[in-house]
């Protein structure tokens, strides 16, 4: 089908995309089904998304029991909670953001250096999903690296703007911390201790740094950012320069659901559940549905760390987690598992990897 400008819309590709060119309009093979639109989405506020004060972890043994307790709620109901005092400055946080602005205005030759469709690779830059291969393009332009152990992989990321590789290492590595806290706090929730995972994910976890772009759409409610999904990690940790996440409330109206929108205040950062704490958890708790909304007249600008155990390393529902009354629901699998299943498959049609690992009664 060509649109009105004369140009095959089925055959944008990375490095030409639509939103790499900036295009005037919104070509078909970007337009999401109903199902994906987020028109409905409720303007939330803090009291409807959970925050937690991070810093209660330090405090003595009652505090920090309340303040597991107002984790493990969270996980339970949305999968997702901001968090503040976290301990890491400002403008470390503000550093990383201005570098990955500055990539994404360098000139697309010098961007195209890591352009690659292979999602093994352990840098990458690319754009939408899957470029040439999935059935709906998506208004994204991203870099993706490998950031941990960060001595393995940082000499692999641009060199170009000259501080990327400072400031992004330095926020890679704060955040990094900062996850194992929270996964210390997750598993202790679960009745598993705060060790139970944390010396295994910092010797040998792999945290993956997605780096994305959405730069300004002429029609933003005909398109996204990204598509409803859930994250395979066991956590991932968020900073955003503007509003544009939307999670999914699976316990709204009755069990059918409604799409909130997260705002953006500064200083606080985003905390989704992945699909492997769900599997951690053996559904306890839930990996949240999320997707990425548009802006009209501003590029968005969001740094996702995503946390998990090592590359072939396998999460399993632990023992002490199942019983007569409550058996494994769920499939080991690992972070190459995921890779393997994103090759196969077409998430924004709606292919979730959860799914995939269920245990069907």
């Known amino acids: ?17 639509a939103q790499e060119r900036s295009l005037p309009y919104v070509p078909d093979c970007y337009v999401v089904p109903p199902s994906c639109e987020s028109r409905d989405a409720l303007k939330s506020n803090s009291e409807i998304v959970p925050t937690i004060d991070i810093s209660r972890l330090r405090s003595g043994n009652d505090e920090r029991r309340r303040v597991i307790q107002e984790l493990s709620l969270a996980c339970q109901q949305f999968g997702f909670f901001q968090i503040v005092n976290y301990g890491i400055n400002q403008r470390i946080l503000d550093d990383a953001l201005v570098v990955t602005k500055a990539f994404f205005e360098l000139p697309a030759k010098e961007k195209k250096k890591f352009m690659s ?6 840098v990458r830059y690319s754009t939408s999903i899957k470029d040439g291969f999935d059935k709906i393009q998506f208004w994204r332009i991203f ?3 490998y950031a941990h152990p960060l001595q393995r992989w940082i000499h ?19 955040v990094r911390k900062l996850s194992l806290e929270i996964m210390g706090a997750i598993t202790e929730s679960l009745g598993l201790g705060r060790d139970y995972l944390s010396t295994q994910m910092d010797e040998n976890g792999m945290q993956v740094m997605a780096v994305n772009c959405y730069p300004p759409c002429p029609e933003p409610a005909t398109a996204l950012g990204l ?71 501003t590029t968005r600008i969001s740094l996702a760390s995503l946390h998990s155990l090592g590359k072939d390393e396998k999460m399993s529902v632990p023992n002490q987690l199942v019983n007569d009354e409550n058996p494994v629901r769920y499939r080991e699998s690992s972070f190459n598992d995921f890779l393997d299943f994103l090759v196969k498959n077409d ?7 959860i799914d995939t690992l269920r245990i069907k009664d």
């Open 156 to 174: 692999l990321w641009p060199q170009n703007p000259p501080e990327y590789r400072e400031k992004m290492g330095k926020f890679s590595e704060e």
């Open 227 to 297: 598509p409803p999904h859930s994250d395979y990690s066991c956590i991932t940790i968020l900073l955003q320069n503007l509003a544009g996440l939307e999670i999914f409330d699976s316990t709204a109206h009755g069990g059918s659901g409604r799409w909130v929108l997260v705002p953006e205040v500064k200083g606080v950062l985003k905390v989704h559940i992945g699909d492997h704490v769900e599997v951690l958890s053996n559904g306890l708790y839930k990996s949240v549905v999320h997707k990425v909304t548009l802006n009209k007249d």
């Open 143 to 145: 870099l993706k690296h």
């Open 117 to 122: 469709n292979d999602v093994y690779a352990p």
């Open 1 to 17: 089908m060509e649109n009105e400008k004369g140009e095959n819309s089925s055959t944008f590709k990375m490095g030409n995309s």
């Open 347 to 353: 998430i924004s049609q709606g292919d979730r990897f």
